[in-house]
C-alpha cells in the first residue's frame, strides 16, 4: 500500500523557473492537501481541495497554484520559483469528514526539498 | 481563527527521564485536537487524539488529556527513550465539517543515551 507519495524529494531551482511537485495518493480520499515547512514556522497549509474539480486556498497560497483533476492527484505548481520558495513540502490526504471512515488522521508524503537558488 | 501555541524547543532529556510537552489552543466550539510525529528524514505520522473535552489520547506509551477548562493538550510520556527522538507537533481541527489541522511549530525533542 503506497500511501501518499510526493516527487521529486529535492529540487534545486533557480529564481524565476517553474516546476511541479507531483502528489498522488492509492487510499481514494477526497481531502487532499500541500503544506510547507520552515524552520521555526511549524507547517502552514497552502492549498487543499475537498474532492475532484474543488480547490481553495490556505494560509499561504501567493506563488503557488493547484488543480485536482482526478481524486488521486493534487499537483503543486510553483509559477516562478523565488528564495522565499526554499522549504520543505508535504502533501497529505484524508478522507471526508462525511464519511464514516474518517478518522480526523491526515495522512502525510515523505516530503520534497526545494531549494531556489 | 483558530490557533495552536507549543512549547518551543529543543528539549534534550537523558533515557528514562519523564516528558512533557505543553500545548494551548484557541478555537470557537470544540475542535479535535492531535500530536503528530515527524522522525528525521519522514513526514508526519498520527501520535495520538482526542475529539472531546476529558478525552485521553495515548499510543507508545506517549499520553494526553483534552482539558477544556485550561484549552490545553500537554503531551507526556514517563520514560523517554532514545528512540523517541523525533519532532512532535501539536494540532487541532477546528469547525464541524473542515479536514484541516492548525499545527503549532513543533517541538524538537533529543534524548541521549
Known amino acids: 500500500n503506497a500511501g501518499v507519495t510526493q516527487t521529486p524529494k529535492f529540487q534545486v531551482l533557480k529564481t524565476g523557473q517553474s516546476m511541479t511537485l507531483q502528489c498522488a495518493q492509492d487510499?481514494?480520499?477526497?481531502?487532499m492537501s500541500w503544506y510547507r515547512q520552515d524552520p521555526g514556522m511549524g507547517l502552514r497549509l497552502i492549498h487543499y481541495?475537498?474532492?475532484?474539480?474543488?480547490?481553495d486556498q490556505g494560509e499561504v497560497p501567493n506563488g503557488y497554484n493547484v488543480s485536482r483533476s482526478t481524486t488521486e492527484d493534487f499537483p503543486l505548481r510553483l509559477l516562478s520559483a523565488a528564495p522565499s520558495q526554499t522549504s520543505v513540502y508535504f502533501c497529505?490526504?484524508?478522507?471526508?469528514?462525511?464519511?464514516?471512515?474518517?478518522?480526523?488522521?491526515?495522512?502525510f508524503g515523505e516530503g520534497s526539498r526545494l531549494t531556489v537558488l | 481563527g483558530d490557533s495552536v501555541t507549543q512549547m518551543e524547543g529543543p528539549v534534550t532529556l537523558s533515557e528514562e527521564a519523564f516528558l512533557t510537552i505543553n500545548c494551548t489552543y484557541t478555537?470557537?466550539?470544540?475542535?479535535?485536537l492531535f500530536w503528530y510525529v515527524q522522525y528525521p528524514g519522514e513526514g508526519l505520522q498520527l501520535l495520538l487524539k482526542?475529539?472531546?473535552?476529558?478525552d485521553k489520547g495515548s499510543n507508545k506509551g506517549f499520553e494526553a488529556t483534552y482539558r477544556k477548562e485550561t484549552t490545553s493538550f500537554h503531551l507526556e510520556k514517563g520514560s523517554v527513550q532514545v528512540s523517541d527522538s523525533a519532532v512532535y507537533f501539536c494540532?487541532?481541527?477546528?469547525?464541524?465539517?473542515?479536514?484541516?489541522?492548525?499545527f503549532g511549530k513543533g517541538t524538537k525533542l533529543t534524548v541521549n543515551p
Open positions: 497529505a490526504s484524508s478522507y471526508s469528514t462525511y464519511r464514516d471512515t474518517n478518522t480526523g488522521e491526515l495522512f
Open positions: 487510499m481514494n480520499h477526497e481531502y
Open positions: 481541495s475537498v474532492g475532484a474539480g474543488i480547490t
Open positions: 478555537a470557537t466550539g470544540y475542535p479535535s
Open positions: 482526542a475529539t472531546k473535552a476529558d
Open positions: 494540532a487541532l481541527r477546528g469547525r464541524s465539517g473542515s479536514e484541516k489541522l492548525v
